[in-house]
């Protein structure tokens, strides 16, 4: 079964450790032979990525952007890297600026390779175009089942 990954990034660190929880449980009770299709990104396209490995998994890797890793927080760069090298199969999108065109459509292509979406979302409205509800809402217009994974009473 492949799982992609969307969600929101810049959690606190009690939002963080919920959610690296709720992550957790996901991925044990997703079963042997799990793959993830993720973007990598710091937070939890990379937490969701680690835990599949952890427990056996593979991980697909979609790059947005050319541009996309010196987009990311330096701090991150470093298990990006190691999560890219550890990835089965890389799709890129073929565009070289890491905006929100580029992080949209990676997203697309997540969501197009998957049979489920885990979505780390406080159900609200994106705070610009390619944010976590307009994956969700891609998916579910294309019929990907999508779980949401949110602490209750959490905030962002």
Request: with cysteine; glycine share 12%.
């Amino acid at each position: 079964m492949r799982v992609g990954i969307t969600g929101h990034r810049g959690l606190d660190e009690v939002v963080e450790c919920q959610v690296r929880q709720l992550l957790d449980e996901a991925v044990r009770g997703l079963g042997a032979g799990l793959v993830a299709v993720s973007c990598i990104a710091d937070g939890p396209d990379a937490w969701f990525a680690e835990l599949v490995l952890e427990h056996g998994g593979q991980l697909v890797v979609v790059i947005p952007a050319e541009q996309y890793r010196e987009s990311l927080p330096e701090d991150h760069h470093a298990l990006y890297d190691r999560l890219l090298s550890r990835a089965s199969e890389v799709h890129r999108t073929g565009m070289t600026e890491s905006d929100s065109v580029a992080h949209m459509a990676g997203s697309e292509i997540l969501v197009d390779l998957v049979d489920e979406v885990l979505a780390v979302w406080d159900g609200k409205p994106a705070r610009g175009y390619g944010g976590t509800a307009d994956v969700v809402a891609y998916a579910e217009g294309c019929g990907v089942p999508v779980r949401v994974l949110w602490p209750e009473g959490a905030e962002r």
